[in-house]
């Protein structure tokens, strides 16, 4: 149990760090923005499917998800 949730830490810190190179932001930026906008949540919860897809296709997932919930970025 243990082991997976350090596995996914260690998986949204990383997609954190995407995301912010992504949309030219510093990784603080990116939290914040993330965390607003529940992608955190998002990755959290569909951890299972997500970490299957590239970073890629998970920051452009994530950027969809964020813009429905209000977020500016596209």
């Known amino acids: 149990m243990e082991t997976l949730l350090n596995d ?3 998986y949204i810190i990383a ?6 190179s992504a949309h030219s932001l510093n990784p603080a930026q990116a939290y914040r923005y993330l ?3 529940k992608g955190i949540e ?3 919860r569909f951890y299972g499917v997500e970490h299957t897809f590239s970073f890629d296709d998970v920051v452009e997932d994530l950027t969809e998800y964020c813009h429905r919930q209000g977020g500016a970025l596209v």
């Open 8 to 10: 996914k830490i260690a």
């Open 15 to 20: 997609v954190i760090s995407e995301f912010a």
């Open 35 to 37: 965390d607003r906008f």
């Open 42 to 44: 998002f990755v959290e």
